[in-house]
Nanobody
Framework: QVQLIESGGGWVQAGGSLRLSCAASRAFKTYGMGWFRQAPGKEREFVATISWDSSTTDSADSVKGRFTISRDNAKNTVFLQMSSLKPEDTAVYYC?????????????????WGQGTQVTVSS
């Protein structure tokens, strides 16, 4: 069992930046990691994914060039650096872990989910 605890969410004005962190309860260096988000009244949405060794990363078109996913396996932590934030980025952001070491775009490939952290971007 892996527990994931997100932090770093909050309120920010459009154009601002936030850095989300996700700490795992135990070593997760063989897991693919990712971030999803869900806005009120909308479906869960893929944001970004990273492979176990950071060799492969990818992100949704809606955040490409603005969000960067990274990880520090020594600290069992994954990050999501968010810049040039827009009101449409407002959502609860979830950290996810998968036994699929390459990571994935699909929510059903992820075995563990954090509780989520709220990000609110005002215009």
């Amino acid at each position: 069992q892996v527990q994931l605890i997100e932090s770093g969410g909050g309120w920010v004005q459009a154009g601002g930046s936030l850095r989300l962190s996700c700490a795992a309860s135990r070593a997760f260096k063989t897991y693919g990691m990712g971030w999803f988000r869900q806005a009120p009244g909308k479906e869960r949405e893929f944001v970004a994914t990273i492979s176990w060794d950071s060799s492969t990363t990818d992100s949704a078109d809606s955040v490409k060039g603005r969000f960067t996913i990274s990880r520090d396996n020594a600290k069992n932590t994954v990050f999501l650096q968010m810049s040039s934030l827009k009101p449409e980025d407002t959502a609860v952001y979830y950290c996810v872990a998968s036994v699929k070491a390459t990571g994935s775009y699909y929510w059903y490939h992820y075995n563990y989910w954090g509780q989520g952290t709220q990000v609110t971007v005002s215009s």
